[in-house]
DNA sequence: ACTATTTCCTGGATGC
DNA sequence: TGCATCCAGGAAATAG
């Protein structure tokens, strides 16, 4: 489950595949369309152009396209791709088998395709200009802003991290593991937590998320990056899945309770 | 304006 | 072995 960590990999290891190659052709499957807009309007808009840049900005992977015939290199629209819960972005030999649920295929200039695959269908593909994911960046935010945000807030700190409105790229497996190590449990109402809790829960997440990005994110299910590499976080996992087990701090039996239908893990001694 | 709940979707795990 | 059921969860939609 690609969250920020995961999406960043991925779009640094894109970055560096396929900047600068050329969109030849493009294959967008039928189905129930992952499409925000029509097949027509996106395949026009991906056609031909020229792939600057590849960044992340929340959860979304976000591709800077231009003008592949002239010298410039003045962006025009984006492609805009979410992985939801499943998604793949793919660098493959042409040649390679085409995986069940591929629904999307970019012809590149260098010869190679780049592949959207998305089993569960969660994922969101889009074209648009100047997007920003609506939240804040969580790496970037100051300990100030990150306060303001749940001020005066009733809803439990664990629903708060994963609004995607208030922060943007925070999802379940970061929350969990942010909020350990802050001390918090994630059923705290959000208006509830002290400064002195927020100022830890603020230094917290940008630490684990930092870490998370440094070991190449969590390779849970079936995420792998650009390369089909796996991430190596899993293994610093203190409480997301360990649910039964000891906290690895204080020995207290991990708990699992559903907070906004979600599994949220957390250890009852150490977190307030 | 918020908050809580439901829905989408498939594959893997579990149970009888 | 085979079939049914449950569960995973990001975000939009819906309801309160």
Aim: proline share 5%; glycine share 10%.
């Amino acid at each position: 489950m690609p969250e920020l960590p995961e999406v960043e990999t991925i779009a640094r290891g894109l970055a560096r595949r396929v900047s600068g190659d050329v969109i030849e052709s493009v294959w967008l499957g039928s189905k129930p369309e992952p499409l925000k807009s029509s097949a027509a309007d996106m395949e026009a808009a991906l056609n031909a152009k020229k792939i600057l840049n590849v960044r992340r900005s929340g959860k979304h992977i976000v591709f800077d396209l231009g003008e592949s015939g002239t010298s410039g290199d003045s962006a025009s629209a984006q492609w805009i791709v979410h992985l939801g819960m499943t998604g793949q972005l793919l660098v493959c030999p042409p040649a390679s088998e085409v995986a069940k649920h591929t629904h999307a295929v970019l012809r590149l200039a260098s010869g190679r395709e780049l592949r959207f695959v998305d089993p569960r269908r969660f994922g969101r593909l889009a074209i648009l200009e100047n997007f920003t994911a609506p939240g804040l960046e969580p790496l970037t935010i100051s300990a100030t802003d990150f306060a303001n945000l749940f001020r005066d807030r009733k809803t439990p700190i664990k629903s708060a991290l994963l609004n995607q409105k208030l922060l943007s790229g925070v999802g379940n497996i970061y929350a969990d593991e942010a909020l350990h190590r802050a001390g918090v449990r994630p059923g705290r109402r959000a208006a509830t937590l002290t400064s002195e809790q927020l100022r830890r829960l603020h230094k917290r997440l940008k630490q684990v998320l930092k870490e998370a990005i440094r070991l190449g994110g969590s390779s849970i299910s079936d995420y792998v990056d650009a390369d089909g590499e796996e991430g190596f976080f899993q293994i610093k996992h203190r409480v997301y899945g360990r649910t039964g087990r000891p906290c690895g701090k204080c020995g207290t039996t991990i708990k699992r309770v559903v907070i906004a239908g979600r599994s949220s893990h957390y250890c009852p001694k150490c977190q307030k």
